[in-house]
Nanobody, 122 residues
Framework: HVQLVESGGGSVQAGGSLRLSCAASGNTDSRYYMGWFRQAPGKEREGVAAIDKDGGTSYADSVKGRFTISLDNAKSTVYLHMTNLNPEDTAMYYC?????????????????WGQGTQVTVS
């Protein structure tokens, strides 16, 4: 198993930037398909960005050109660099991982989840 802990959320004004971090611990010797999801009140959880085991990345259309996902294998940490934030980006952001081949952006196909970090854009 792997444990995921997110950090870096907060409140920011529209147009601002934040960098979210997701630190993995436990069984980090295996390679994982990692993703970032978000969920706003009253809405379904949606995929934001993902990075596969070969380093390939995928993004939701709503964040392309603004968000960047990256992986630091030495630190077992996945990052989500968010720029040009707008109020529609306000949500709880979750890090997720899977040792197999999850069907991003389908959240239910990811086995491991962090507790989330809140991002509020005003």
């Amino acid at each position: 198993h792997v444990q995921l802990v997110e950090s870096g959320g907060g409140s920011v004004q529209a147009g601002g930037s934040l960098r979210l971090s997701c630190a993995a611990s436990g069984n980090t010797d295996s390679r994982y398909y990692m993703g970032w999801f978000r969920q706003a009140p009253g809405k379904e959880r949606e995929g934001v960005a993902a990075i596969d085991k070969d380093g390939g990345t995928s993004y939701a259309d709503s964040v392309k050109g603004r968000f960047t996902i990256s992986l630091d294998n030495a630190k077992s940490t996945v990052y989500l660099h968010m720029t040009n934030l707008n109020p529609e980006d306000t949500a709880m952001y979750y890090c997720a991982g899977d040792r197999g081949e999850p069907r991003w952006p389908t959240a239910s196909t990811f086995a491991y989840w962090g507790q989330g970090t809140q991002v509020t854009v005003s």
